[in-house]
C-alpha cells in the first residue's frame, strides 16, 4: 500500500487501532528496509486502509467511501487519475446513485476505472435508486428497471450493494421485498441497504424483506449532528434536543446497520465546505490546532471526527481533489482522543446539557 509511515514509539494512532479493531481491522506489514536507518527505535511500516464488516454482512469494505456524485465535473484525463489516486489509497469502495448527473456520473467512472472482469473483482461497487424527478419510488418495476439501467452504465453485471435512496411514502415493502429476492436470485445485487431512513422505517422493510439492510447512508457532519446532539440533550427543552431521526443512530448500532455519512464537509443542505469557512471560526481554530498537533490537514481531522465515533461509521466523501482525496483517507489513519473530539463537537456550536 502506498503510504509508508516511520514507526516510531511515539506512534499512538497506530496502537490505538490496532488494540482497538484488531488486527482483522486494521493490518499492519512491518518489514525492516534494505538499508537500516539510523535509529534502532524506527523501522518502516506499511499500512492498508482500515476496513469494517459492512453491516451484518462478510463484505469487508474501507473506511472511506468514495462518493461519485460529482465526477461528471471533470475530464476524462482527471477522472482517470482521479479513481487510480483513490485505489492507490485503498479506497475501493464507490459509491453511485442512479441519478447522479442524469446517469453520467456512473457512465463517466466506468470509462475511467476501464471496466472489465479484472477491475471489476478488485472494488466494490454501490449504488443507489428511488429518487425521480418530482417523486420518489420504490415500486417494483422501479427497481428493477433502475438497476439493469445501473449495470449497463457501469458495464458490470453486479452491485455488490444498492441503497433505497430516499423514503418514498407510497412503498410496499411487499413489493420491495420481490424486487430484493429478484434480485438476488438473479445475481444483480449481491446486498441491500437504505438511506435517509427513519428506524420505524426500517422496521417496515424488515418485516417484509429478508435480505439484511446493511448500511443506511444519512446526512452527517460536524455541523451536521443532530442524530448525536439529540443523544446528549435528552428531555432538555433546548433546540438540541429535538429527535429528527427516530434514534436512528442508536437503533442503526443495534442492529449492526452501518451509517454512512453523507456530505462529510457541508454544513446545511449543500451551503458550503465548513472548512475555512469565517461562518465557523471557532470551530476552524480547534480543527486546525488539532490538525497541526497529528501534521495532518483539518480535512483530514473534519473525516477522523467521523470515524472516531464507536458506531464505525463509513463516510461518503465527495472530493474530486486528488489531494483532498489523500487528505481523507489518511484519517483512516487517526484516532482522536475523547477530548479532542469532544472539544471539536463544541466548537462547532453544539451544546452539552
Ligand atoms: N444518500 C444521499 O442522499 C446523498 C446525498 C448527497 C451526497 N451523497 C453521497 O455523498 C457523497 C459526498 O457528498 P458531498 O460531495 O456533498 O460531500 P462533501 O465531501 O461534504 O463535499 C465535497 C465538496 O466540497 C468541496 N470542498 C471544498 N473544500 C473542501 C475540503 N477542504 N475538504 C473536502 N471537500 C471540500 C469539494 O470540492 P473539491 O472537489 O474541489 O475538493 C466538493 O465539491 C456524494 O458523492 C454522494 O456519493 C449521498
Known amino acids: 500500500m502506498k503510504a509508508s509511515i516511520l514507526l516510531c514509539h511515539n506512534n499512538k494512532g497506530i496502537h490505538r487501532f490496532a488494540q482497538r479493531f484488531g488486527v482483522t481491522a486494521y493490518i499492519l506489514h512491518i518489514f525492516f528496509p534494505a ?21 451484518t454482512s462478510t463484505l469487508e469494505v474501507p473506511v472511506i467511501a468514495v462518493g461519485c456524485m460529482r465526477i461528471n465535473s471533470l475530464s476524462k484525463s482527471e ?14 469502495f464507490f459509491d453511485h446513485a442512479d441519478i447522479y448527473g442524469g446517469g453520467a456520473c456512473e457512465e463517466i467512472f466506468a470509462d475511467a476505472i476501464q471496466m472489465n472482469d479484472d477491475v471489476r473483482e478488485k472494488i466494490i461497487l454501490q449504488s443507489k435508486c428511488g429518487i425521480r424527478k418530482g ?18 452504465r457501469l458495464k458490470t453485471d453486479y452491485l455488490d450493494v444498492l441503497l433505497l435512496h430516499r423514503p418514498d411514502a407510497l412503498v410496499e415493502p411487499e413489493e420491495v421485498a420481490e424486487a430484493f429476492d429478484t434480485l438476488q436470485s438473479s445475481g444483480k445485487v449481491r446486498h441491500f441497504g437504505v438511506s435517509n431512513q427513519k428506524p420505524m422505517q426500517i422496521e417496515l422493510l424488515r418485516k417484509y424483506v429478508k435480505q439484511p439492510i446493511v448500511a443506511n ?3 452527517l457532519s460536524i455541523t ?9 440533550n435528552v428531555n432538555m427543552e433546548n433546540d438540541s434536543a429535538i429527535d429528527r431521526d427516530g434514534s436512528i443512530l442508536d437503533y442503526c448500532r443495534l442492529h449492526d446497520i452501518t451509517i454512512q455519512p453523507w456530505s462529510p464537509f457541508q454544513y446545511g443542505f449543500f451551503e458550503g465546505v465548513f472548512l475555512g469557512n469565517d461562518k465557523f471560526p471557532e470551530l476552524n481554530q480547534k480543527i486546525d490546532e488539532i490538525a497541526a498537533k497529528y501534521n495532518v490537514t483539518n480535512t483530514t481531522i473534519a473525516i477522523a471526527w467521523l470515524l472516531r465515533h464507536p458506531a464505525r461509521m463509513q463516510p461518503v466523501i465527495g472530493t474530486m481533489n486528488i489531494e483532498r482525496l489523500k487528505d481523507c483517507c489518511k484519517a483512516s489513519d487517526i484516532y482522536l482522543t475523547r477530548e479532542e473530539w469532544y472539544e471539536i463537537y463544541r466548537a462547532a456550536g453544539n451544546v452539552l446539557p
Open 79 to 92: 477522472a482517470e487519475r482521479f479513481v487510480r489516486t483513490a485505489l492507490d489509497e485503498g479506497a475501493n
Open 217 to 219: 447512508q444519512l446526512q
Open 224 to 232: 451536521n449532528a443532530t442524530m448525536i446532539s439529540n443523544g446528549i
Open 135 to 152: 417523486s420518489f419510488d420504490f415500486s417494483k418495476e422501479h427497481i428493477l428497471a433502475s438497476v439493469d439501467g445501473i449495470l449497463k
Open 35 to 55: 538499508k537500516p536507518v539510523a535509529s534502532n527505535l524506527t523501522k518502516e511500516v506499511t499500512f492498508i486502509m482500515r476496513t469494517i464488516k459492512l453491516g
